[in-house]
C-alpha cells in the first residue's frame, strides 16, 4: 500500500522519482514508515500530505486541535498501543470506534487494534505531530501508572495492609519505618516526581491531593481553576504522602496535625520552590503544595495590565517620600506579583528596603526579607518595630491582620516611611471601614494613607483560538453590563485548542481599581463617611472600578464576561 503512495505523489508532481527513492532507501534503513520518513526529510508539507493521502484514500482529514475525545473512548485502546501504532481514539458510535491514524494503510495495526478492542476501525487521518502531541497529552499519565502499577502489584505487596494490623509497644517506629521503605520506593517516587513535573509544564500554580476512602484525587490549579489529573493507585496513598513529606522535612510520623515546609527542586533546568501544607482529614492528609517558580515571576509593571491612567496614579504613589499604600484582594488575586514588581521599580543603591513577610515567596536582590517566625515571636509587628531601629526607606509589610500591624504600619508612614502592604477587602473604598473596624482611628486613616488598590486576576483568552461571537443580551442584563458597552454587539472567546488544553483560556492578566487619597476623599475619612459615599467622591474624581476596568478588557478582546463575573459577582 506504501508503494502506491509513492506512485500516487511521484505520478501528481510531488515528489520527484529521485526522491522517492531516497525515502523507500531511508526506510528500509529506519524501519519507518513512509509518511514518517516524508515529514522527517522534509521533503513535502505536513499539511500537503496530508491533502494528498485525503485524495488518495478518500478519508477525512481531522484537526486534533479541535477534538476532545471522551475518557470512555480513550480507554478503549491501551496506551502501550496507541503510542506503538501511533493512534488515536476519537469517538465511538455502536460497534464502530473513530481512529486517527498516521498511515491509514497499517492494515496490521487496524487487526490487532480490532482484535484488542472487539470493535469495527473507522480509520481517519490526522497529521503525525499532532497524533504525537495529542497521545502525550492523553495518554502520558496512563502510561505512567501503568507502568506502576506493574511495579508494584496489589496493595499488599507494600505492607500498606499489614501495617493497620500491627499492635505493639513499638508500633510507631515499625510504622515509621515501613512508610520510609513504601515511600522510597522507585515507583512512588517516579510518580511523584511526574506529578511535579507535569503541573510545572502545563503552568499550575498549585498541586493538590487528597486522600477519600476508595480514590486519591489529583487536582492542578492552573490559571485560577482546579483541574483533575489521572489519580494514582490507591495502594500508593501513604507512600506518596510520606515520599512528599522526606521531600519538605516534615515528621513523617505524626498524623495528627497540620505541618508544613519547602521543597526545592530542579525540573527542566528550572529551580522551583514548593511550599508545602499537609492537614489530616477523615482518610488521611491532605497534601497542597504551592508552586514558586522564579523564572516566571513577572517584576514589570507595565505588563501586569495596568490600564494607563491607572498605572500614571499608581507610579506617582509610590514615589512618594513617605505614606502608606494598600493592595487588596482575596487570595490568589496576584497582590504578591504587584508588590514585589513594585518593590524591583524602587530598589536603588539610595534607598534601603525591608520586608517582612509570612512566607517569603521569592527572593528579591538587594532588598532585606525577612519571614515571620511567631513560635519565638517574630511577627509582623515585631519585626516592624525592630525595622523602625534600622533606618529603612521602604518598608513592605506582607499582610495587615490585627490592629497592632497596622497601628504600627501606620505610625511608621507618618514618620516619615514609605509602607506598602496588604489587606483583605473586597474593593477600594471598604478598606477604610476595615482599618476602623479594627481599632485605628479616623485621622490616622486619613493622615498616613497614599493610595488603595483593589485587585483581581482574569483568565486571558487563548490568542491562538480568538474568535469573535455575539453578544447576548440576556447576557449583559443578567450581568447589569449596560448594552452600550459593546456597540458592535460582539465580544471574543476562545474555541479550544491544543495550546490552551481546550479552555480557551492561557494565561492571565490582573484588573485594577486605583483610589488616590484627596483631599476630598481625606475628609471623608475624617468624617467617618460610609464606603457607598467615599466610593461616589472617588468615581467622580476618576476612579475605575474592578467592573469597568474588566468592560474595558472584554471590549479590548482580552477576556470574557464569564470571567469577569467570576471573579467580581459579589463587588
Keep these: 500500500m506504501e508503494e502506491k503512495l509513492g506512485v500516487y505523489l511521484v505520478k501528481n508532481g510531488i515528489l520527484t522519482e529521485e526522491q522517492l527513492r531516497k525515502a523507500i532507501q531511508e526506510k528500509r534503513e529506519t524501519g519507518q514508515r513512509l509518511v514518517s520518513v516524508l515529514n522527517t526529510l522534509e521533503m513535502i508539507s505536513e499539511g500537503k500530505l496530508l491533502a494528498q493521502l485525503s485524495n488518495l484514500y478518500g478519508m477525512e482529514v481531522v484537526d486534533l486541535d479541535y477534538i476532545i475525545p471522551p475518557k470512555e473512548v480513550l480507554d478503549i485502546i491501551p496506551a502501550q498501543k496507541a503510542y506503538?501504532?501511533?493512534?488515536?481514539?476519537?469517538?465511538?458510535?455502536?460497534?464502530?470506534?473513530?481512529?486517527?491514524?498516521?498511515?491509514?494503510?497499517?492494515?496490521?495495526?487496524?487487526?490487532?487494534?480490532?482484535?484488542?478492542?472487539?470493535?469495527?476501525?473507522?480509520?481517519?487521518?490526522?497529521?503525525?505531530?499532532?497524533?504525537?502531541e495529542a497521545l502525550d497529552r492523553y495518554y502520558t499519565m496512563e502510561r505512567t501508572l501503568a507502568e506502576v502499577k506493574a511495579e508494584t502489584g496489589p496493595a499488599k505487596e507494600l505492607g500498606i495492609e499489614d501495617m493497620e494490623l500491627l499492635e505493639t509497644e513499638y508500633q510507631e517506629e515499625i510504622e515509621?519505618?515501613?512508610?520510609?521503605?513504601?515511600?522510597?520506593?522507585?515507583?512512588?517516587?517516579?510518580?511523584?516526581?511526574?506529578?511535579?513535573?507535569?503541573?510545572?509544564?502545563?503552568?499550575?500554580?498549585?498541586?493538590?491531593?487528597?486522600?477519600?476512602?476508595?480514590?486519591?484525587?489529583?487536582r492542578f490549579r492552573i490559571d485560577g481553576i482546579l483541574h483533575e489529573q489521572q489519580n494514582p493507585p490507591l495502594n500508593l496513598k501513604a507512600g506518596i504522602i510520606t515520599r512528599l513529606k522526606l521531600m519538605a522535612k516534615i515528621n513523617i510520623a505524626e498524623h495528627r496535625v497540620c505541618q508544613g515546609?519547602?521543597?526545592?527542586?530542579?525540573?527542566?533546568?528550572?529551580?522551583?520552590?514548593?511550599?508545602?501544607?499537609v492537614i489530616p482529614i477523615l482518610y488521611g492528609e491532605k497534601v497542597v503544595m504551592r508552586i514558586l517558580d522564579r523564572s516566571s515571576l513577572m517584576l514589570d509593571l507595565t505588563k501586569l495590565g495596568f490600564a494607563e491612567n491607572s498605572l500614571k496614579y499608581y507610579l506617582k504613589a509610590i514615589e512618594s517620600p513617605y505614606g502608606i499604600v494598600l493592595v487588596t484582594g482575596p487570595t490568589g488575586s496576584g497582590k504578591?506579583?504587584?508588590?514585589?514588581?513594585?518593590?524591583?521599580?524602587?530598589?536603588?543603591?539610595?534607598?534601603?528596603?525591608?520586608?517582612?513577610?509570612?512566607?517569603?515567596?521569592?527572593?528579591?536582590?538587594?532588598?532585606?526579607?525577612?519571614?515571620t517566625h511567631e513560635k519565638i515571636g517574630l511577627t509582623f509587628a515585631s519585626a516592624l518595630r525592630a525595622f523602625l531601629r534600622q533606618s529603612p526607606n521602604i518598608i513592605l509589610v506582607g499582610e495587615i491582620r490585627d490592629s497592632e500591624t497596622a497601628e504600627i504600619a501606620i505610625r511608621a508612614a507618618l514618620t516619615g516611611h514609605l509602607v506598602f502592604s496588604t489587606i483583605h477587602t473586597n474593593d477600594a473604598p471598604t478598606t477604610v471601614n476595615r482599618l476602623i473596624d479594627i481599632g485605628?482611628?479616623?485621622?490616622?486613616?486619613?493622615?498616613?494613607?497614599?493610595?488603595?488598590?483593589?485587585q483581581r486576576l482574569l483568565r486571558r483568552i487563548c490568542s491562538k483560538c480568538k474568535e469573535p461571537v455575539e453578544?447576548?443580551?440576556?447576557?449583559l442584563e443578567d450581568t447589569g453590563i449596560p448594552e452600550d458597552a459593546f456597540p458592535d454587539g460582539k465580544v471574543y472567546k476562545g474555541k479550544g485548542c491544543s495550546n490552551c488544553n481546550q479552555t480557551g483560556y492561557k494565561g492571565r492578566i490582573g484588573i485594577y481599581e486605583i483610589m488616590r487619597i484627596s483631599p476630598?476623599?481625606?475628609?471623608?475619612?475624617?468624617?467617618?463617611?460610609?464606603?457607598?459615599?467615599?466610593?461616589r467622591q472617588a468615581i467622580k474624581e476618576g476612579m475605575k472600578t474592578l467592573r469597568d476596568d474588566g468592560i474595558d478588557k472584554i471590549r479590548n478582546g482580552v477576556t470574557t464576561i464569564e470571567e469577569l463575573m467570576r471573579e467580581t459577582a459579589s463587588v
Design 471 to 475: 453578544v447576548s443580551k440576556k447576557l
Design 336 to 371: 504578591t506579583t504587584t508588590l514585589y514588581s513594585t518593590l524591583a521599580r524602587l530598589n536603588k543603591p539610595d534607598r534601603q528596603i525591608m520586608t517582612i513577610e509570612d512566607p517569603v515567596e521569592y527572593n528579591l536582590h538587594g532588598i532585606n526579607q525577612i519571614q
Design 176 to 218: 515509621e519505618t515501613k512508610l520510609r521503605a513504601d515511600a522510597e520506593g522507585g515507583p512512588v517516587i517516579r510518580l511523584v516526581n511526574f506529578y511535579i513535573a507535569d503541573a510545572v509544564n502545563k503552568g499550575a500554580s498549585d498541586i493538590h491531593i487528597e486522600p477519600y476512602e476508595k480514590v486519591v484525587r489529583v
Design 440 to 454: 485605628i482611628k479616623p485621622y490616622l486613616i486619613s493622615s498616613a494613607l497614599v493610595l488603595i488598590q483593589a
Design 261 to 277: 515546609g519547602r521543597i526545592n527542586i530542579l525540573v527542566a533546568d528550572k529551580m522551583i520552590d514548593l511550599r508545602v501544607s
Design 84 to 132: 506503538h501504532y501511533e493512534v488515536l481514539p476519537i469517538n465511538r458510535k455502536g460497534r464502530y470506534i473513530e481512529l486517527a491514524m498516521v498511515d491509514p494503510t497499517d492494515i496490521s495495526a487496524i487487526e490487532d487494534l480490532r482484535f484488542i478492542t472487539g470493535m469495527e476501525i473507522n480509520p481517519v487521518l490526522a497529521a503525525e505531530s499532532s497524533i504525537r
Design 520 to 535: 476630598k476623599i481625606r475628609n471623608l475619612i475624617l468624617k467617618n463617611a460610609s464606603s457607598d459615599n467615599i466610593a
